[in-house]
């Protein structure tokens, strides 16, 4: 039931997840899933020629939006990033209650170039994902937990179909800790 799997074999075998240096000649985005309750996830994308380079990954739980600037600006201050967009997906125009901003708000006043991924459906982002990685190289160290959430986001199984001898899948991806990564992606 895993949705990457046979392009992360390929990877694999190609050599495309290996040592992927960032580039200084080259802008960086930043590529999102955001979490309330669950984990948020960022991906760290260079796009060079006709390649998607993955050269960095986070991801954490019950922090506030300044936490991750926080990551934004000491991977620039330390690793050099030049950051040329952030893309979230659709629910950062989301308005919270507390604030009554949403969340591209609240990232822009930090001084973010936001892009906002529109809504679609789930099958149509996972065909896109298997469509882009095979333009894709990740580096093994920093993408290690994002890429572990690539190869292990896989189809709920469908219990009401299951028996002991034959499992089931439901159409709707499983929604646990490598659904944030690769929601993200």
Known sequence: GAYYGPQIVTMEKEGRICSVPHDPAVG???????GIGDATALWWIQRVGKEIHCIDYYE???????????????????????????VLP????????????TREEALKSFGLTISIIPLHKVEDGIHAVRMLLPRCWFDE???ERGIDALRSYRKAEDTHKSDGTHKYFSSK??????????DAF
């Open 28 to 34: 960086v985005e930043t590529w999102w899933d955001l």
């Open 90 to 101: 659709h629910d950062a125009k989301a308005r919270e209650l507390q604030t009554g901003k």
């Open 173 to 182: 991806p499983m929604h646990d800790w490598a659904s944030h990564g690769a």
């Open 60 to 86: 954490n739980s019950g922090k506030a939006l300044p936490h991750y600037v926080s990551i934004l600006d000491d991977k620039k201050r330390s690793r050099g990033y030049n950051y040329t967009q952030h």
């Open 141 to 143: 160290k920093q993408c």
